[in-house]
């Protein structure tokens, strides 16, 4: 099994994850093996929150060029995790 650390790579700082966190959802970059209930668990586990629902979606790699040769950036995946009214995660509230 992969640990609740190795699950969630990093959270999604942008300007459409910053109006859904004013809703209590928030974004995080994940594992690609990893499901909803596993990310679920983590979150819970981590940040001390009880998470409603989990949404996600593999965001597709984009087309890159390097020199001549053509190429895409590695896919990757992505959880919306939405809290229940009242509960916040700090590391989101420093940013």
Request: glycine share 6%.
């Amino acid at each position: 099994m992969i640990s609740y650390e190795d699950i969630l790579l990093a959270p999604v700082l942008s300007e459409k994850a910053n109006l859904l966190r004013e809703e209590g959802k928030y974004v995080f970059r994940v594992d690609m093996a990893a499901n909803k209930i596993q990310i679920k668990e983590a979150v819970r586990r981590l940040f001390n929150v009880h998470p409603i629902s989990c949404t996600v979606m593999v965001v597709g790699g984009k087309p890159k060029r390097q020199r001549s040769r053509a190429g895409y950036t590695s896919d990757w995946k992505k959880a919306i995790v939405r809290l229940p009214k009242g509960e916040k995660i700090s590391i989101f509230e420093g940013v």
